[in-house]
């Protein structure tokens, strides 16, 4: 199964793909996790990319499309994908059939995670992350077992760049302007379902897994 998890910044995007990854056995590809990997490894990748994300805006469409194609090669691609922060513009979701149609494949269901801007801001304000392996926490909601310390992988969890308060409100106007009409488009595809993304990380989970048609713990 192939799915697409769209959604404000702060919806619960990651959140939710991570838990779908790990208890229904499929590849989490995170454009956002890949970018900020190659920013810490000072990549050339990573220094393209930097600039746009420090600002808030989206990386140019080819950057993240290249990223994707590549992602399409490896070996584990097949079993199955959850795609976190891409497609974000119409042309990034027009690329992607087109690489997809190429390998015989296609997008089963797209999430749409919704959650209004009052809760994405007070999310994102709490949110931490671990910069070496990308485990998000929320300080109330998914806090780590030992307090500034992530659980996976045992570094400091810090405060993203990006959610500091004014770059998340360009993040939401970006998201609006560019990102947010892939709603009508997958839905004109019939393959969009609408997840009412407010509720628990448990019951936005729930809420999801009816609607796979694979075998979840
Ligand atoms: P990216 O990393 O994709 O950021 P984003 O889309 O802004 O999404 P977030 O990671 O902020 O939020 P999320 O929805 O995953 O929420 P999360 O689960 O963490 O992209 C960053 C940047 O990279 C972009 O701005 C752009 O520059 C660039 N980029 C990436 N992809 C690109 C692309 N395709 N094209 C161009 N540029 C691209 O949850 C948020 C917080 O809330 C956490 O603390 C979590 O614990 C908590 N939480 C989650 N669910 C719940 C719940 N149900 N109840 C309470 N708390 C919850």
Redesign the pocket.
Known sequence: MNIV?L????????????RISERCNLLHI???????KAITEKSALGQK?KM??D???????E??IS??EERMSDADFRKGFIL??????VA?ANALKEMLGKLGRKIDAVFN?D?DDQ??IK??A????CNKCGK???????PPRKEGICDVCGEKIMQ?E??KEDT?RT?LA??KRQ?APLIEYYNQEGLLHTID????????FAQIKDILEVPCE
């Open positions: 998890m959604g404000a910044p702060g919806a619960g995007k990651g959140t939710q793909a991570e995170s454009t956002g996790d890949i970018l900020r990319a746009f994300m600002k808030g805006e989206l990386v140019p469409d950057v993240v990223i994707i976190d922060g891409f497609p974000r513009t990034q995670v959650v809760e994405l999310r994102l709490r949110r931490r992350t998000n926490y929320h300080l109330d909601f998914d993203r990006d959610d998340v993040r970006v998201y990102t993304g407010k509720r628990s990380i448990e019951e936005v």
